[in-house]
C-alpha cells in the first residue's frame, strides 16, 4: 500500500476500534475520539431508522453496545444509508447466538421495508385493470415477499414474545407513496413464487403451473380462486401488467 492508503486504513482501524492500537501519526486520541464518535453516531442513527422495532425490544445500553460491537467490527464497504442497513442485518445474520429466536427474521422484515421505501418509482408497470387468458403478468417491482418462522409483523416491545407460526408476507409501496404489507396464504405466495419465476406469465399458464403443483384442486374451483386472489393483488398495485 501507498503510505497515503496506509495512513488511511490506520485512521480508519483507529476510528472503529481505538482500544486496539495507537493514534495514527499526526493526530492524537482526544481529536480522534470526536472523529470517532461523529462516525459511530451516523452509523447508529442510520441503523436505528432501519431497525425501529428491533431497538426497541432492547434497553438503551444494550442497543449501544450492539451497535458499538457492529461499528468495530463489521466490514462495511458502503456509505449508503440503505447498504449500511444491509450490512448490519448481514452482521446479525453471522451471529452464532441471537438475543432472540425472532431476531433475524424481524430484522429481515424490517429490511424489506426499508428496500422497498426505497426503491425508484416505478413507471413500466402498468396498473392491471383486466384479466385475460393472454395478459401477462409481472410482480410490483417496490414490493418483497417474506417467508418466516414467526409472524414478525406483530411482534413489539409491548407484546410477549410470539409462538412460532408459519407466516407469508408481501410488502409493497402503496401509490408510490406509503409501504403496507399484507398477509398471505401458501397459495398465493406459491402464485407469486412461479409470477417472479416467469416474467410475464399469463393467466392460463399460471393456472397450468398451479395445476400442476395442486392436482387434487378441481380445475374450475382453481380456475376461479387464481382470478381472484390476482384481481385482489392487482388492486393494491402487486401484480401488474407485464411490458417488455
Known amino acids: 500500500m501507498s503510505d497515503f492508503t496506509q495512513l ?4 480508519i482501524d483507529y ?23 461523529l462516525f459511530f453516531n451516523n452509523v447508529s442513527g442510520f441503523v436505528s431508522n432501519a431497525y425501529p422495532v428491533l431497538k426497541s425490544l432492547h434497553s438503551e445500553a444494550r442497543w449501544t453496545e450492539r451497535l458499538r460491537h457492529f461499528f468495530a467490527e ?20 453471522a451471529q452464532p447466538e441471537p438475543e432472540w429466536p425472532f431476531e433475524t427474521e424481524l430484522a429481515q422484515y424490517e429490511y424489506l421495508e426499508l ?4 426503491q425508484p418509482q416505478v413507471t413500466d408497470q402498468p396498473r392491471l385493470e383486466q384479466l385475460d387468458n393472454d395478459t401477462a403478468l409481472v410482480r410490483y417491482r417496490a414490493s418483497a415477499l417474506g417467508t418466516y418462522d414467526y409472524p414478525v409483523h406483530r411482534i413489539s416491545a409491548e ?7 408459519p407466516t407469508f408476507l408481501v410488502i409493497f409501496r402503496e401509490g408510490e ?11 398465493t405466495m406459491q402464485l407469486l413464487l412461479i409470477i417472479d419465476d416467469q416474467p410475464g406469465i399469463t393467466l392460463s399458464a399460471l393456472e397450468q403451473a398451479l395445476a400442476a403443483l395442486l392436482p387434487q384442486l378441481d ?4 380456475r376461479s380462486g387464481i382470478e381472484t386472489v390476482l384481481m385482489q393483488l392487482a388492486e393494491r398495485g402487486i401484480v401488474r401488467q407485464y411490458k417488455k
Open 219 to 222: 380445475p374450475a374451483v382453481l
Open 159 to 165: 407484546q410477549d414474545w410470539p409462538e412460532p407460526q
Open 177 to 187: 407513496a406509503e409501504v403496507r404489507f399484507s398477509q398471505i396464504n401458501p397459495m
Open 74 to 93: 463489521y466490514d462495511c464497504h458502503s456509505p449508503l444509508f440503505v447498504d449500511i442497513a444491509r450490512s448490519f442485518l448481514d452482521y446479525l445474520e
Open 115 to 118: 428496500w422497498v421505501d426505497t
Open 15 to 37: 476510528i472503529r476500534a481505538p482500544q486496539a492500537g495507537t493514534p495514527p501519526p499526526g493526530t492524537d486520541a482526544r481529536h480522534m475520539a470526536v472523529y470517532r464518535e
Open 8 to 11: 488511511q486504513q490506520a485512521f
